[in-house]
T-cell receptor, first 114, second 116 residues
Framework: DSGVTQTPKHLITATGQRVTLRCSPR?????VYWYQQSLDQGLQFLIQ???????AKGNILERFSAQQFPDLHSELNLSSLELGDSALYFC?????????????FGPGTRLTVL | AQKVTQAQTEISVVEKEDVTLDCVYE???????LFWYKQPPSGELVFLIR??????QNEISGRYSWNFQKSTSSFNFTITASQVVDSAVYFC?????????????FGTGTRLTVIP
């Protein structure tokens, strides 16, 4: 158990809908990251937050947005869902958020868009 | 261009055999970190090791060992006396100092199956 929690574990929804994925980082970690794992794209970095502020952005679609709250938990919002958004979404956390840090991953949320 | 290449898509070994998983990386940074993660069938990503670009010492942890060679831009992972519980997908990843942040670039993974 990494100490990172993600809810829900599974999510099934329809195209065009909007969902919110939630992540709580390990105690003491200030940075959270979101990754998408799909069969065709592999593991891709989406976005990073550090202490409430966006720090880095990767291949995140405009239909997706995220935020980190004052209690350091984070939410990833996915809207206007398409079939291709079906994937495993991971949250990770680390202490400082710089390149030297080790990221610890949560169990993931498996999103299925029908 | 792929920053991290794991050319072996799938490997099968018989229990107790040794197996090496290859990882080749590409970066213009002189300062970077390399990582290995394990993804068992249950799906979570488990951190195994972190190595910085200035430390080329090989590391051993139980049955696991890692060989870092900057000259060939490789960071290979060897499992000695493999066990069924080692069956998983293994990912190599890179983080670069110049990004200022910590987005990991992952390879495509190597699926290891250990046959009893």
């Amino acid at each position: 158990d990494s100490g990172v929690t993600q809810t829900p574990k599974h999510l099934i929804t329809a195209t065009g809908q909007r969902v919110t994925l939630r992540c709580s980082p390990r105690s003491g970690d200030l940075s959270v990251y979101w990754y998408q794992q799909s069969l065709d794209q592999g593991l891709q970095f989406l976005i990073q937050y550090y202490n409430g502020e966006e720090r880095a952005k990767g291949n995140i679609l405009e239909r997706f947005s995220a935020q980190q709250f004052p209690d350091l938990h984070s939410e990833l919002n996915l809207s206007s869902l398409e079939l291709g958004d079906s994937a495993l979404y991971f949250c990770a956390s680390s202490v400082r958020g710089d390149y030297t840090d080790t990221q610890y991953f949560g169990p993931g949320t498996r999103l299925t868009v029908l | 261009a792929q920053k991290v290449t794991q050319a072996q898509t799938e490997i099968s070994v018989v229990e107790k055999e040794d197996v090496t998983l290859d990882c080749v990386y590409e970066t213009r940074d002189t300062t970077y970190y390399l990582f290995w993660y394990k993804q068992p069938p249950s799906g979570e990503l488990v951190f195994l090791i972190r190595r910085n670009s200035f430390d080329e010492q090989n590391e051993i942890s139980g049955r696991y060992s890692w060989n870092f060679q900057k000259s060939t831009s490789s960071f290979n992972f060897t499992i000695t006396a493999s066990q069924v519980v080692d069956s998983a997908v293994y990912f190599c990843a890179l983080s670069e100092a110049r990004t200022g942040a910590n987005n990991l670039f992952f390879g495509t993974g190597t699926r290891l199956t250990v046959i009893p």
